[in-house]
């Protein structure tokens, strides 16, 4: 929580002009604001992603690493979104919220697409604490994290124009991501062992997933983010959209 306090903090600066006191309230101001809707964020994501979990068992009780670890994922993931949607909306109070619920959208419909890209049973490994998910899963959520950030990041002048071009590059983005991921497994020949146990042997209490396997995952979904945000965040779609 502190780390992504820490990035979304970074985003204010101290405006001298008017006197001290001023510039401390404006920042009060805008970093109150901040806090809440960081963990407004914290509270929608873990709820859709860890509905089935509860922070003080798999914490307090059973020291569950992995589930620290996803924690840190959306500590860091919300607050780097997070930093861009206050600085595209600037002043307004208006665009805060707007752009604040956007996100929340986006970020929530990119949990869910983990299951579709991930061979790995979550909720499963997770109960197991079992490393693995975890590392696959943190390099996942930060990688679509600086997706939704990159396709934020345009210049706010009316509302409908700039909610069209960041759908327009959510929906390049996955029509993109996909194919890095299977030309990154293609080219590099990941991920056949895995599929050979899992056609060996069904899926239980006692599946064991190896570390292994979770950074070949996560290498393989953070550089195809990675690959996929470098090609988006450099379409610019100018005067040119769709007409719906």
């Known amino acids: ?15 001298l002009d008017n006197g001290i006191v001023i510039a401390l309230i404006d920042f009060l101001v805008k970093a109150t604001i901040g806090f809440l809707i960081y ?24 020291k569950s690493i992995p ?30 919220v707007f752009l604040w619920l956007f996100s929340l959208v986006l970020m929530g419909f990119a949990t869910k697409t983990f299951s579709l890209m991930s061979k790995l049973p979550f909720n499963l490994l997770l109960i197991q604490k079992n490393i693995s998910i975890a590392v696959s899963y943190f390099c996942f959520f930060i990688g679509w ?30 029509i993109i991501l996909p194919l890095f991921i299977k030309g990154i497994k293609f080219i590099f020949n990941l ?39 470098v090609i988006t965040g450099r379409v610019y779609f100018g005067s040119f959209y769709p007409t719906f």
């Open 1 to 15: 929580r502190l780390i992504g306090l820490g990035i979304l903090f970074s985003e204010f600066h101290f405006s």
């Open 191 to 229: 991920g056949e062992d895995y599929e050979k146990n899992k056609s060996n042997e069904n899926i239980n209490e006692n599946h064991h997933v190896g570390l292994g396997h979770g950074i070949y995952e996560g290498a393989t979904f953070f550089t195809a983010c990675f690959l996929t945000m």
């Open 145 to 174: 994290s600086m997706i939704i950030a990159s396709s934020l990041n345009n210049q706010l002048l009316q509302i409908k124009w700039y909610s069209i071009q960041v759908i327009l590059k959510i929906l390049l983005s996955i």
């Open 39 to 62: 963990l407004g964020s914290l509270y929608v994501i873990e709820s859709i992603v860890l509905y089935s979990f509860e922070y003080n068992d798999e914490i307090n009780k059973r």
């Open 67 to 96: 589930y620290a670890l996803i924690g840190l994922a959306h500590s860091i993931g919300c607050a780097y979104v997070l930093k861009i949607v206050l600085e595209v909306a600037s002043t307004s109070l208006i665009m805060l």
